[in-house]
């Protein structure tokens, strides 16, 4: 993965990620969680770093995803999480548990999961840098890692309906046979369009159905 030109270093990530998490006047007030979707708030923009709030209802997850070239730290506040992780090229995934006060600091080529497992909401907070403008989104599979899409992160409006219907899609040929054919999955797959965001949580309902059909597909 080809790095961007300017960055701090994840160990500057995670410093600024524990200042921040100290600083909870600068972010208390903005803690909500919603079951429909994660609650999440931008605290900081600069050329170099952007820091993220982010609130985490029972269950949330955000499917497995890089963060397209950049570099981040992430603490858990509140709650925990559990992440599955990995690096980029590489097979195989990882698991671990992020209780309050826990502290990740990871490289251009790292992707992970990270989901809300407890029975209680989470808060973290997450630095990137240089800021997010792409990730990309994956689907682990026994057969192996599949990239889904990457998607742009510079529109607040991302349009998703080519999304879903690629997604129904995907279902549909799941549905249709017992052993469907990969090849067939993998194609509607590549067919999922690229969706602009304007932040690290994209819209990304349709592509969980869309990987969790792919990974009943290979059952
Ligand atoms: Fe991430």
Known sequence: MELKDRHLTPRELREIVTEKARDSDSWAADIRFDLTERHYRRLHRDDDVEVWLICWDIGQDTLLHDHGGSVGAFTVVSGSLFEDFGAVGRTGLRTRRHAAGDTVSFGADYLHNLVNVGTEPAVSIHAYSPPLSTMNFYCWLPTGMHHLRELACDSPEPETTAL????????????????????????????????????????????????????????
């Open 164 to 219: 879903e219907t690629a997604a129904a899609t995907l279902r549909e040929l799941a549905c249709d046979s017992p052993e469907p054919e990969t090849t067939a999955l993998e194609a509607a797959a590549a067919t999922l369009r690229e969706l602009a965001c304007d932040s690290p949580e994209p819209e990304t309902t349709a592509l969980e159905a869309a990987a969790a059909t792919l990974r009943e597909a290979v059952r």
